[in-house]
T-cell receptor
Framework: GAVVSQHPSRVICKSGTSVKIECRSL??????MFWYRQFPKQSLMLMAT?????????EQGVEKDKFLINHASLTLSTLTVTSAHPEDSSFYIC??????????????FGQGTRLTVV | GNSVTQMEGPVTLSEEAFLTINCTYT??????LFWYVQYPGEGLQLLLK?????DKGSNKGFEATYRKETTSFHLEKGSVQVSDSAVYFC????????????FGSGTQLTVLP
């Protein structure tokens, strides 16, 4: 299968600062990328979907001005948590899909980022 | 809406024991069903899937059968190994595509030697 690399794996930041999380497809072109959030002992919740070169589509209840998503190339998407607060502490996971390629509709996942806001 | 209810963990087994992780779902129509596995420090990987009723997905000794009558997709393995220790996620896709995955909460499995 294809590889998706997410960085950093862990980050601690101060309240009020911004944090950027990167998601890279290493050996395929990701026409679509997804960002999920997971609270302890809960499901992965889809936050937003982004297509390369287009604005992200956010799920209901997700603040687009707080969670900035950029998908400027076919191999990189970034999620920036702006003015982070302790309630933003969570596990963030990206996944990527090539709608045109041999993998069909399968999405491949990054290893996740543990964000802690203090 | 769609939802997935998954057996709570953690689950601890001895090597060569039989594994069952229960998963039930609520969805309209005919969803596709998936099991993903996350090994420590890695991303989620697709373990197996089934796209219609009575289909059986299988991979690496794991199996799950799509049971529409009981809305279930339980994961089973006859003899677990230490290397199977991971977190397992049940998921469904209402449209058959990965865009609309709905996940269960995950089950931590630890296999002891």
């Amino acid at each position: 299968g294809a590889v998706v690399s997410q960085h950093p794996s862990r980050v601690i930041c101060k309240s009020g600062t911004s944090v950027k999380i990167e998601c890279r497809s290493l050996d395929f072109q990701a026409t679509t990328m997804f960002w999920y959030r997971q609270f302890p002992k809960q499901s992965l919740m889809l936050m937003a979907t982004s297509n390369e070169g287009s604005k992200a589509t956010y799920e209901q209840g997700v603040e687009k001005d707080k969670f900035l998503i950029n998908h400027a190339s076919l191999t990189l998407s970034t999620l920036t948590v702006t003015s982070a607060h302790p309630e933003d502490s969570s596990f963030y996971i990206c996944s990527a899909r090539d709608n045109r390629g041999a993998f069909g509709t399968e999405a491949f996942f990054g290893q996740g980022t543990r964000l802690t806001v203090v | 809406g769609n939802s997935v209810t998954q057996m709570e963990g953690p689950v601890t087994l001895s090597e060569e024991a039989f594994l069952t992780i229960n998963c039930t779902y609520t969805a309209t129509g005919y969803p596709s069903l998936f099991w993903y596995v996350q090994y420590p420090g890695e991303g989620l990987q697709l373990l197996l899937k089934a796209t219609k009723a009575d289909d059986k997905g299988s991979n690496k000794g794991f199996e799950a059968t799509y049971r529409k009558e009981t809305t279930s997709f339980h994961l089973e393995k006859g003899s677990v190994q230490v290397s199977d220790s991971a977190v397992y996620f049940c998921a469904l896709s209402a449209s058959g595509s990965a865009r609309q995955l709905t996940f269960g909460s995950g089950t931590q499995l630890t296999v002891l030697p």
